[in-house]
């Protein structure tokens, strides 16, 4: 079945560092690929998401890159700010019949002044 | 607020109860999704209505159960609860559910946060 790998957390960094979550999926057919962000004591909220191989989805700074040859769809910004301190969590969804959201583990960020 | 109402917000209840958690799509979506998530297990997929049926079913319990009325309100109802029912309970709603427009994402609401005590 489809499933969605992402780093193991917390990554810790300090304000303006680059940051990157690996994310690598595993499904049949072309799935459409989403980050969502959870700030403490929310729910999650799409962050951004590509349909298609090579589509870059961007939102607040992040981006990631639809990469179909290695099933891979990285979390990157270039410069974090303590506010972006959350959980994130990569996600897909399959392009056939009644496709569920399927969520990796997420990844804990949190940046310090 | 992301349109998807959630009630309650918080939960406490002993073990051997049966609670029944609330879910209001956004406006115009037909589809509800429901997830636990535990520190543990992380998000784990539960159920999913459309437009009042049953569409897939991931791990849920059988203690467990739910329903999307014909106003769209989604109803989990959980039952004989243990300790480790304790978890967030989340609810999310899109605007239609087949893979042929996947590119939809999830909308959720806020959650409600169980405590079996």
């Known amino acids: 079945g489809n499933s969605v790998t992402q780093m193991e957390g917390p990554v810790t960094l300090s304000e303006e560092a680059f940051l990157t979550i690996n994310c690598t999926y595993t499904?049949?057919?072309?799935?459409?690929l989403f980050w969502y962000v959870q700030y403490p004591g929310e729910g999650l909220q799409l962050l951004l998401k590509?349909?298609?191989?090579?589509d870059k989805g961007s939102n607040k700074g992040f981006e990631a890159t639809y990469r179909k040859e290695t099933t891979s769809f990285h979390l990157e910004k270039g410069s974090v700010q303590v506010s972006d301190s959350a959980v994130y969590f990569c996600?897909?969804?399959?392009?056939?019949?009644?496709?569920?959201?399927?969520f990796g583990t997420g990844t804990r960020l949190l940046v310090s002044p | 607020d992301s349109g998807v109402t959630q009630t309650p917000k918080h939960l406490i209840t002993a073990t051997g109860q049966r609670v029944t958690l609330r879910c209001s799509p956004r406006?115009?979506?037909?589809?509800v999704y429901w997830y636990q998530q535990s520190l543990d297990q992380g998000l784990q997929f539960l159920i999913q209505?459309?437009?009042?049926?049953?569409?897939a079913k991931g791990n849920i319990l059988e203690r467990f159960s739910a329903q999307q009325f014909p106003d769209l309100h989604s109803e989990l109802n959980l039952s004989s609860l243990e300790l480790g029912d304790s978890a967030l309970y989340f609810c999310?709603?899109?605007?239609?559910?087949?893979?042929?427009?996947?590119?939809?994402?999830?909308?959720f609401g806020s959650g409600t946060r169980l405590t079996v005590v």
């Open positions: 406006s115009g979506d037909l589809s």
């Open positions: 590509a349909t298609k191989a090579d």
């Open positions: 499904a049949t057919g072309y799935p459409s």
């Open positions: 999310a709603s899109s605007e239609i559910q087949t893979g042929t427009r996947s590119n939809y994402g999830y909308t």
């Open positions: 996600a897909l969804r399959g392009n056939t019949g009644f496709q569920k959201l399927v």
């Open positions: 209505y459309y437009n009042g049926e049953e569409r």
